[in-house]
């Protein structure tokens, strides 16, 4: 039924806009609950609910196949029951599932953008919001991963203020997308060696990116343009 749902309303066509505001929406509110809510009880709640509405979203938006489908619904379906049991029953030790489920959902949902964005032969306004949006799962994915090195290894950044991952998700987006975009401000820093070389891959990958979606692009208008 979910899935009749989301073929009647999402296309090949238009689905990454959809996506693209699911991930901007989750950006922008966790820098509004860093601002107005930052280190509470109510603030951690919300990056959890944000979190999850901006997953199935995702889910919702990405055509794919449905084993895909079905895995996809799986993590988030799971995800929700750990946030539950982590929030209001106080299961810490649940946490790094948590941030493993997230962290496999944003690789599956890059794996599938990429495909049909960078790799379709074709040039269209949804490939290009694709591409954009795969920028912003770069982030995100890298988001996570700082989340569970800073979570599981203590003080491996210096400049985080929150005691766990729902305080420190708004610092470490800002801090991934920074160094995804090799600005480097330094009000946020590497600390431990696992922490330094996510890092500096980050930075490889982020400059690698745009190379191959230039690329990417100009291929898929040469190949139309040989084909006129």
Not at 193 to 200: G, M, N, Q, S, T
């Given at each position: 039924?979910?899935?009749?749902?989301?073929?009647?309303?999402?296309?090949?066509?238009?689905?990454?806009?959809?996506?693209?505001?699911?991930?901007?929406?989750?950006?922008?509110?966790?820098?509004?609950?860093?601002?107005?809510?930052?280190?509470?009880?109510?603030?951690?709640?919300?990056?959890?609910?944000?979190?999850?509405?901006?997953?199935?979203?995702?889910?919702?938006?990405?055509?794919?196949?449905?084993?895909?489908?079905?895995?996809?619904l799986g993590?988030?379906?799971?995800?929700?029951?750990?946030?539950?049991?982590?929030?209001?029953?106080?299961?810490?030790?649940?946490?790094?599932?948590?941030?493993?489920?997230?962290?496999?959902?944003?690789?599956?949902?890059?794996?599938?953008?990429?495909?049909?964005?960078?790799?379709?032969?074709?040039?269209?306004?949804?490939?290009?919001i694709g591409?954009?949006?795969?920028?912003?799962?770069?982030?995100?994915?890298?988001?996570?991963?700082f989340l569970?090195?800073?979570?599981?290894?203590?003080?491996?950044?210096?400049?985080?203020?929150?005691?766990?991952?729902?305080?420190?998700?708004?610092?470490?987006?800002?801090?991934?997308?920074?160094?995804?975009?090799?600005?480097?401000?330094?009000?946020?820093?590497?600390?431990?060696?696992?922490?330094?070389?996510?890092?500096?891959?980050?930075?490889?990958?982020?400059?690698?990116?745009?190379?191959?979606?230039?690329?990417?692009?100009?291929?898929?208008?040469?190949?139309?343009?040989?084909?006129?």
């Amino acid at each position: 039924m979910v899935k009749r749902f989301s073929r009647k309303h999402v296309t090949k066509e238009d689905n990454f806009s959809y996506l693209l505001v699911a991930l901007i929406f989750l950006l922008f509110s966790s820098a509004c609950v860093e601002q107005f809510f930052a280190r509470t009880t109510l603030g951690q709640t919300l990056v959890l609910i944000l979190t999850i509405i901006s997953m199935s979203i995702g889910v919702w938006s990405i055509q794919s196949s449905k084993l895909a489908f079905k895995g996809s619904l799986g993590l988030v379906l799971a995800t929700m029951i750990i946030s539950g049991l982590v929030n209001f029953f106080n299961f810490a030790q649940l946490e790094f599932f948590h941030l493993l489920f997230m962290l496999v959902f944003f690789v599956t949902t890059l794996k599938i953008a990429a495909e049909q964005a960078l790799f379709s032969g074709n040039i269209t306004k949804n490939n290009i919001i694709g591409s954009i949006c795969i920028f912003l799962l770069l982030g995100l994915i890298w988001t996570i991963s700082f989340l569970m090195v800073a979570e599981f290894i203590p003080n491996s950044f210096s400049g985080l203020k929150g005691t766990n991952w729902t305080d420190n998700f708004p610092d470490l987006v800002y801090f991934s997308f920074v160094t995804l975009t090799t600005l480097g401000f330094g009000d946020v820093l590497p600390l431990s060696p696992i922490a330094r070389f996510l890092v500096y891959i980050e930075a490889v990958i982020g400059v690698f990116y745009m190379a191959i979606v230039v690329s990417s692009l100009v291929g898929a208008a040469l190949n139309n343009k040989s084909k006129a």
